[in-house]
């Protein structure tokens, strides 16, 4: 079992950055791939970010590149999404998740633990 907790998220304006943090607890986080999804009002949940078990391979959804980072430090069990250039079509509530496999994936469906989310305002 692990659990996730989401930080840093807040009120920002656009063109600002902000730096999201997910703690997991456990002994095994290394061996798990992680994600990041959002969701905003009114919209299906989406994917932003995936990285491996060791943090050499990342994916992005397209519209992202080049403004969001993911990273993980497993030695703190701890991933982060760098997020820069905020947009206000950013906002959202931004949610962690793990995944029972060393391979990154950008489906939700294939995530296994999830966090309860941090909500992250863009104003303009």
């Known amino acids: 079992q692990v659990q996730l907790v989401e930080s840093g998220g807040g009120l920002v304006q656009a063109g600002g950055s902000l730096r999201l943090s997910c703690a997991a607890s456990g002994r095994s986080f290394s061996t798990y791939a992680m994600g990041w999804f959002r969701q905003a009002p009114g919209k299906e949940r989406e994917f932003v970010a995936t990285?491996?078990?060791?943090?050499?391979?990342?994916s992005y959804a397209d519209s992202l590149k080049g403004r969001f980072t993911i990273s993980r430090d497993n030695a703190n069990n701890t991933m982060y999404l760098q997020m820069n250039s905020l947009k206000p079509e950013d906002t959202a509530v931004y949610y962690c998740a793990a995944r029972r496999s060393i391979l990154r994936s950008t489906n939700s469906e294939d995530y296994n633990y999830w966090g309860q989310g941090t909500q992250i305002t863009v104003s303009s």
């Open positions: 990285i491996n078990w060791s943090g050499a391979s990342t």
